[in-house]
């Protein structure tokens, strides 16, 4: 097959376009970066699979302009989890309830949406990247901002394309400039890319299912004679494995990329159905525990379905192996009619099946060489009831995909990258850890009493659920220190997780230091969060999470403080803008923005905006000021036009371009709104109002330094932390 | 050209595609009537014209799922207005500066965005309608509810089509199921519609101003011979002229047909730009009084553009007629210098422009015997600063659209149609008179003084922009009463405007009555208000407004009083449901749901849905209870569960289909949400906690009936208003 190859070149080669591919696919469409992804299946996920949607992936979609629609057409699991023990007589009955999700944690909470939607969405947002479609711009005016990459070279997914070999040139691995992953890619045929579900309406159930045979096996069963099929070298610089739990890219990689953990004999079936039913609690999230017939959950979801977790009591687990043929939604529903006894349970319509057995799994490494990276389900399994793997598999590549991209455009050190295992790798051991927690107290028999010894305890069965809160929404999760995240001088060292970790955190510790102090609740390796605060220059309330796209740049927000006119700590935060623009800045490179990190959240058509005479600088300033208490008007407490003028701060704050005149968008100030309340942000924030704080954020939004306005002891950190991070801006960049 | 004749027949036909004529359609392909839109043009607007959105028009178009995305792209003008007056010294200063918007009016406020892009969300909703695209749904599934239409059938706008006669056989008028209106269609070529402006970027601004032509004469000097030109006889029961200031519709009616009203003497200007300006209102809702060169305001709008309205002093009105020549960007840019000065304006991106004379005319007559009818500028032309005018024209048409559809579908009463000139006429005249006011205080110089007369006042100028917010928002607009809207027999009967109106109501007075008492805030014709319950089933918390789409149903919000499990109220609210479900709906229509209504507000995919095994009742029946205090459970306040189980309620309230099951989205509870606050809904609705109402709802969300849950004073006026308004159900319906 020589005669048919082809070869060609690419930054960063992704192999699977599932959920953890998708999110870095869309990172590197958004920053412009030369890309491919591919995927061996013929289409995106139709129905069933993943279906929960954490606080936290909501946030990072957001930052991406896709949680909106997920928010929209979702079921949101906002109020209470019902529990459902049986009683004496072995009758279940609903014992407890407690509140699903916790008030002010963040601006959004858990939700249900299956899988294919979200797909959908990612790959309208890859496209979008480029500006909108051209259906609908006037001929002749300025359609958007240049996009930076002829369509040719604009990410989109090739499916049907499957790689069958992988080498790296070691002697390569640290020349940034190479290409040194070579990958055979191979382009298949219409029916050997066409899993057997796809071919007939929910068949097979156990497709993908952990149940299921590896699917490449199947996959290359089918003959090469058809005519479309070929193959193609591509030269990489980066590779990412986003190929599930049966990652090809991982095996490829050799024996020492081995998964790490074990199986249980509990069988779980889930069933998507419109159910019809009498039992009073279908329409909450409902933990089922009978007395000997298995734990049921209920999920309820989009569209009138209902997704339950059922446990398969009867099936049995001979030397490791399932008896496939066993399982069958008929079996799967007369299980949970004995569960959920004596309320009735039937369907006419059902969506989607399959079948489960409970393991927790973690891979022993997440890269080669920083060359060859995994994630996702390639490098954690596990049980899928918490609604975890979709969301974590999501924030590894979320993790991933802008160190990548940032490397590959010469304006971050590729040393950063190494960040990413020692980042996710523990993020991955602690998803293990609870998952085979959670999971053995849900597949345990419940206890009689409290001398039954080897049952589980019903209240502390409730007990876990709710303290594996922070956990679960991911909002809780912090990463440890290292160049992107400083440690703090003011407080003891935190303890890192392991003794590799610490390795790594030694090596990359950065020279720049925090007073973390001077914000109770921007955390260091957290993630920064989100109040409402008040354009200045129209008093419009926003969340500052939007004025924070995902669009490659690190921020620094400034808060100034309480602010007037000609106040000194006016003159502090002026001081500060002239030492940023005219001595940082210029150190530091620019980027262009990407049309498709415009408007993102209002205020304009997304993906559209007229074009800037020069690229922004790659580090994002927004000042955040207080209002000074103002009795004498509370008619109009949103204004701030009557206290400081627009053209008071110093021009750091208000970017002017030849073209588009000012930038009115980068200064916001912490007072009520007239029709939105009050976000309260520097007391949500915990920053005092006299005092300031800069906080520096990372390009995915966590909080990587928090330093004082002082001109001795914040401005070096500042410099420090980021000339620590990027590369210095180019002579022909200056010379603009 | 009789050879190159087709004739075809249709139950609506509408003339023009601007926001009235698609409001029209939109609300005929939500009922799933057959009908047809023609425009002229070869395109939708792409930049300019209007660009406010007023409360109610928003509210109108979240009905249909269309408000969030223009929402979401506007610019909001959530907070100040700012006037800008002489000095002593004749220089611009801020003197003034109110709250635009009055808090807990709506959950919307006014936004700005260009007409273009509605339009496009208009036409992006007529063609989902009837359902989703098939790109995503996945073979084999049931891929939404029957749409009841085939393909060729559907909506969509036929562009380069031009009515060239019209005409009524008044013999068949009175006939409900005679085509008596026949009208020719001209198909055009390509050349002939496109008008001038569209041939190259921003040429003649004062295309489709009052200042150019009537558009038509330019239109038919094009040639005739070209190859895709054809004429068309259309046999219709009913024609809509949407066709603006200039309509062919209401000149073809004859004579009678005259737009009453005056000009004055008052020339604007109109300039969409990116400003490059150190004035510090920029990006606020401004209004500029210079000492002696006129007018401006400032609308800041999206993708950072402003829009200015510019007052045109040196412009001469002479015998009439404006001099366009003298007339371009440059002339207005000047105009606004002066104006603005000291401060500087100046632009790089022009997007639009245009000019116009100030002046107020109104249609003496809305319809010809209720078989063609006027709608927008066709019949009301007034000056755009107030940014009414695109807001009256689609709420003409949501005002038509739902009565010429049901009676269409056999579902409404003939009779009703004569109420749109009824409420729609009143409405259109209370807009000149604002208009009029307004206008001649913004176009005067100012006063210098309280001894200068023929100034105006400053002071004068700022309360009439207060006080015109009732109107100005559409929110306050209330109709008057007919067979629509029931007459109260607890209030003295209220002052109807003009003699003729009164002959109108006299007529149409319904015998029901209500007793409007029963409920504070739903008062009788003006638009149910909207506020936050939380769903029964699952405490989620939703707008009652995104209960009640715009799906062609009438609807009897049910407000039960408090209610626990056995109590006698529980027991009064299901004799209701039982009477409701046993006796009265089974008499009254039952209407298909058509997919583009389902899911428009989330909890799954928009347009979205399976098939129901029998189709809903006509009369959309909700409960809204209160729950009684619950101290000893506070922590789960938004939990219902407890108190009363979902299946205490009598089926009436939780309709059950075999295939679907129990329907869980008709019940709703007013109590604190976990997370989003409390919506106090029986307080909002000024509702009896004890007693309770039953409110009729209109299709189009305006308040026909108050009436009390009593057997003996209640529910005959449910009846009453009920029968008087529909048709009887078939005997096939009833044989189902």
Known sequence: MTDTKTTSKTDVLIIGAGPAGLMLALWLARLGVDARIVDKRTGKVYSGQADGFQVRSLEILDSFGIAEKIWKESNHMIAEVCFWNPDETGRIRRNNRVVNGRAGLSRFHEVVLHQGRAETFFLDAIRDSYGPANDDVRVGSDSGVESGLPRRRRIAVERKVMPTSLVIDEQQADDAEAYPVTVTLRHLSESEATPTQMLSNVQDGLFRSNLGLP???????????????????????????????????????????????????????????????????????????????????????????????????????????????????????????????????????????????????????????????????????????????????????????????????????????????????????????????????????????????????????????????????????????????????????????????????????????????????????????????????????????????????????????????????????????????????????TMAIMPGTTNLHGGGRPGYGLAPEQPPSIVDVLLVYAAAPDPGNPGLSGSAGDAIDFFDFHKAYRPFDPKLGHDYDKVFVDRPSHHDGDGHAYENYGIDRTRGAIVGVRPDGYVGLVTSLDAESGWPEVARWLLGILQPRTGREQAK
């Open 215 to 589: 699917d490449d096996d199947s996959l290359l069963k089918g003959g090469s004679t058809v005519d479309d099929e070929r193959e193609e070298v591509v030269a990489c610089k980066y590779v990412v494995g986003c190929d599930g739990a049966h990652s090809w890219t991982r095996k490829t990689l050799g024996p020492e990329f081995d998964m790490v953990g074990e199986m249980t004999d509990y069988i779980w079936g889930v069933l998507d159905i419109v159910p019809i039913t009498d039992f009073p609690d279908i329409r909450n999230r409902t933990m089922i525990h009978s007395a000997s017939n298995g734990s049921l959950m209920v999920i309820p979801r989009e569209n009138r379905l209902v997704r339950l977790y059922i446990q398969l009591t009867e099936v049995s687990v001979g030397g490791g192996r399932v008896d496939r043929s066993q399982i069958q939604p008929d079996m799967i529903i007369k299980a949970a009619k004995k569960i959920m006894s004596p309320y009735q349970i039937d369907y006419h319509y059902c969506d989607w099946w399959t079948a489960y057995q409970v393991g927790q799994r973690v891979g022993n490494h997440f890269s080669k060489l920083n060359r060859v990276f995994l994630a996702g389900d390639a490098v954690h399994t596990h049980s899928p009831k918490a609604g975890q793997g979709m969301n974590v598999s999501m924030q590894d590549t979320y993790n991933l995909g802008w160190k990548l991209g940032l490397v590959c455009k010469g304006i971050l050190q590729p040393a950063v990258l190494s960040t990413y295992e020692l980042e996710r790798k523990a993020i991955a051991k602690q998803l293990i850890a609870f998952d085979h927690r959670f999971s053995r107290l849900f597949s345990g028999r419940p206890a009689k009493d409290i001398l039954d010894e080897t049952g589980v305890s019903m209240d502390e069965f409730a007990a876990a659920f709710r303290q594996s809160h922070m956990f679960t929404t991911a909002v809780g999760i912090k990463y440890q220190s290292s160049v992107l995240v400083t440690t703090a001088t003011d407080i003891p060292p935190e303890d890192v997780t392991g003794d590799e970790s610490k390795i790594h955190a030694d090596v990359l510790q950065s020279t720049a230091h925090s007073t973390s102090a001077l914000s109770a609740a921007c955390t260091l390796g957290t993630r920064f969060p989100s109040h409402q605060v008040l354009r200045h220059a129209d008093a419009r309330p926003w969340q500052l999470h939007h004025k924070m796209p995902s669009d490659g740049r690190l921020r620094l927000v400034v808060f100034g403080g309480e602010l007037s006119a000609s106040s000194q700590q006016m003159e502090k935060v002026n001081k500060l803008g002239a030492w940023l623009s005219d001595t940082l800045l210029p150190q530091l490179p």
